[in-house]
Each structure stands twice: as structure tokens, then as C-alpha cells.
């Protein structure tokens, strides 16, 4: 299972997308899928569908809403069988648990890149976090789970990914600065001798080209210290999502045809 959160929901079960559209139902989904891999207890998924229905309404519109997502998931899983929708969502004594086995999570990948880029930013190596950190802001299309209306669980983790979004744009603009710092110094440099330095060679080479749009640095600086989030400016260019439709449906083949040769074999 892959499941993209950072702008919008998307969830995708052997190449299948299963995000509902009822709003209830993708409620729950999005609750599960910041979760994944976890039980979520079933008052904590009633207290979120607490943002659409009233108190009374929320367990029979979650029980509504988790039958019809093992509907979509029994669709999603039956032609491999080697998984089926209760082991996707597993029922639990207290809860629920989104199953990714070993499936992709956009959010799992900024945070390694993310991490990698602040790691490497600590010890001044810049051209390596301008790219992990550029890396990690790529994986964002809009704000962490567009279209879904939180209740008091979701948006706390909605608040996480945002703060955590936040500090990599800031690490990212400190990396460029000082990237271009050290071209002004090295340039200087150059200036001065009447020939290039050597130095400043590999400086040159390994240094990433800007994000598109966090141009121009000292501005675009001003507005992450000013906390603006403004999707257009800040958010850096994404050539193409991780998760597209096709690519998932390609993964969903090769897996069904996998599973049809083990039977085979098994005969």
C-alpha cells in the first residue's frame, strides 16, 4: 500500500486508489493513513468524525464508513489474494491499523530526506543539504491533507508536517546562502589572484540549481522568518508526483502477474 498525504490523499492498494470521496469515509482514511501501521483506537477515529456529525452520529458513521472501505480494499486486493482487505485494515480490539506492508509514505521519505539535509547542514556541508533538503520540499504538491476536514487528532498532525515543512525551506535557504557566500568569496578570490581557484572548482560543480520558486534568496528568507506559507512561492517545483495513477497500476501488474506465476509453479 502507498499513501501520499503531503497535499491532498491519496492510497493506493496493489495499484488501486481507494480514497473515497465521501467526506466521512475519507475522514477516517486520512486518520488512519497519519497513522499507519498503528492502531488507531476507535473513540480517537468517533472524536475526528466529530468535525462532520454530531456526537451522537459519529460510531454509525464510522462503522458506515469502515464497512465501505473494506469494500474498496476487497476490490483493491482480490485478484493477487495473497492479501485481502482485513489484512489491509486490520481490526483490532481497540482499533483500527492501516497495513502498508512495506508500501511507500510520502511522509516517511521527507522526513529521511529532510533529516539527511539537517544532518548535513549541521556539519557545513551545503551543496549536500540544499539537495536532501530540496528533495524532501519536492514531495509536497499543496498542504498536508487538502480536502480533508481534520478534526483535533489530524490537525495536530497536520501542524507537525507543517512546522517540520517549514524548517526545511529554512534549511534550505540557509544552505543556498551560504552556497552563495562561498561563490562571492571564491569569486573574490579569483578577482584578486587573476586566476581561478582551485577550491572554489568543486564548490562550483556540486552546487544544486536553485528550487524553482524560493527565488530571489533574501526575500523568499524574509517570508519563512515571517511565517508566510504561501503554496506559489514556497513550495518548491514537483516534476511529477511519486505516486501517480499510472505508476501505481504499473506496480499492481507486475505484482498480479507475480502472483499468478507462484500459483502456477504451485500446481
Same mark, same amino acid.
Given at each position: 500500500m502507498d499513501i501520499d498525504v503531503l497535499g491532498g490523499l491519496d492510497v493506493f492498494e496493489n495499484g488501486v486508489a481507494i480514497a473515497p470521496a465521501a467526506p466521512s469515509e475519507r475522514q477516517v482514511?486520512?486518520?488512519?493513513?497519519?497513522?499507519?501501521?498503528?492502531?488507531?483506537?476507535?473513540?480517537?477515529?468517533?472524536?475526528?468524525?466529530?468535525?462532520?456529525?454530531?456526537?451522537?452520529?459519529?460510531?454509525?458513521?464510522?462503522?458506515a464508513a469502515v464497512r465501505r472501505l473494506y469494500e474498496r480494499l476487497d476490490a483493491a486486493v482480490a485478484p493477487c489474494g495473497d492479501r485481502t482487505a482485513g489484512s489491509a485494515l486490520v481490526r483490532t480490539a481497540h482499533g483500527y491499523r492501516l497495513d502498508t506492508d512495506g508500501g511507500g509514505l510520502?511522509? &516517511? %521519505?521527507?522526513?529521511?530526506?529532510?533529516?539527511? /539535509?539537517?544532518?548535513? !547542514?549541521? =556539519?557545513?556541508?551545503?551543496?549536500? +543539504? @540544499?539537495?536532501?533538503?530540496?528533495?524532501?520540499?519536492?514531495?509536497?504538491?499543496?498542504?498536508?491533507?487538502?480536502?480533508?476536514?481534520p478534526g483535533p487528532r489530524l490537525t495536530a498532525r497536520i501542524v507537525e508536517l507543517e512546522s517540520a515543512r517549514k524548517s526545511a525551506v529554512e534549511g534550505w535557504v540557509e544552505a543556498q546562502l551560504e552556497l552563495d557566500r562561498l561563490r562571492r568569496s571564491f569569486d573574490g578570490a579569483e578577482d584578486r589572484a587573476g586566476e581561478p581557484a582551485p577550491?572554489?572548482?568543486?564548490? &562550483? %560543480?556540486?552546487?544544486?540549481?536553485?528550487?524553482? /520558486?524560493?527565488?530571489? !534568496?533574501? =526575500?523568499?528568507?524574509?517570508?519563512? +522568518? @515571517?511565517?508566510?506559507?504561501?503554496?506559489?512561492?514556497?513550495?518548491?517545483?514537483r516534476a511529477s508526483s511519486r505516486t501517480t495513477a499510472p505508476a501505481a497500476a504499473d506496480r499492481g501488474g507486475i505484482r498480479l502477474a507475480a502472483c499468478r506465476m507462484r500459483r502456477t509453479h504451485a500446481r
Open positions: 482514511l486520512a486518520v488512519l493513513a497519519a497513522h499507519a501501521d498503528r492502531v488507531v483506537p476507535v473513540d480517537v477515529l468517533a472524536e475526528e468524525l466529530r468535525a462532520l456529525v454530531p456526537r451522537e452520529q459519529t460510531h454509525p458513521v464510522l462503522r510520502d511522509v &516517511r %521519505e521527507f522526513a529521511r530526506e529532510a533529516d539527511a /539535509g539537517h544532518l548535513a !547542514l549541521a =556539519r557545513g556541508e551545503y551543496a549536500t +543539504a @540544499a539537495v536532501r533538503l530540496r528533495g524532501a520540499l519536492r514531495l509536497w504538491k499543496g498542504p498536508a491533507f487538502d480536502g480533508v476536514t577550491a572554489f572548482d568543486g564548490a &562550483r %560543480e556540486n552546487r544544486p540549481a536553485p528550487v524553482p /520558486g524560493l527565488r530571489p !534568496l533574501p =526575500r523568499q528568507f524574509a517570508l519563512v +522568518a @515571517a511565517g508566510d506559507s504561501g503554496w506559489n512561492r514556497m513550495r518548491p517545483g
